[in-house]
């Protein structure tokens, strides 16, 4: 069997989804928003880079990083990140024995999607798909009225209007 390497480029712009390990009705990631932004402010301070889009949801989060020209490094952030996290909540998490056996927490899904961002379009479509994913999973009426987001940033700064997803517009939407 061929065993295939990840292609990762330095100063690239990627997209990540990254998953609670128990997901059904779990509201983690929201309840404990001010926690989270805290590891990702530690990491960001000892290893840089941009928030391009954000989005958490209860339990899972999307985001889109441009990592430092000669940078390559995201996993090493998402490890720092999510040790943060998980050092900064109280033990009680369902831990399986697997985990156990390995002095883990039950809180993250140990793998997260990521996916390099290869052109304008790309990166276009995988922005609506984060800022559109509260209305999707039924959080939300409009991308606005969602908190836990960086869709209000980008109104601010033109990117979107004020009103984008109010009326289920982007539901055709091509994201891939």
């Not at 128990?22 to 840089?48: C, I, M, S, W, Y």
């Not at 889109?64 to 998980?86: H, M, N």
Request: hydrophobic share 40%; glycine share 6%; proline share 6%.
């Amino acid at each position: 069997m061929r065993r295939y390497r990840r292609v990762r480029l330095p100063g690239a712009v990627y997209f990540f989804t990254v998953n609670l390990a128990q997901r059904r009705g779990n509201d983690l990631l929201v309840r404990h928003v001010d926690v989270l932004r805290a590891a990702f402010r530690e990491t960001k301070a000892r290893h840089p880079f941009t928030f391009e889009a954000a989005c958490i949801l209860p339990d899972h989060l999307h985001c889109l990083w441009r990592l430092p020209e000669g940078d390559d490094g995201f996993p090493t952030r998402w490890r720092l990140i999510k040790a943060a996290f998980s050092r900064g909540l109280p033990k009680g998490e369902r831990i399986s024995p697997s985990r156990a056996r390995k002095g883990e927490r039950g809180i993250w899904q140990r793998r997260y999607w990521e996916h390099l961002i290869r052109d304008e379009r790309d990166f276009a479509n995988h922005m609506d798909y984060i800022h559109y994913n509260p209305v999707k999973h039924g959080h939300a009426k409009r991308a606005w009225d969602w908190p836990f987001s960086s869709f209000r940033r980008l109104v601010d700064e033109g990117v979107y209007p004020r009103d984008w997803a109010a009326d289920g517009e982007v539901l055709e939407a091509d994201w891939e």
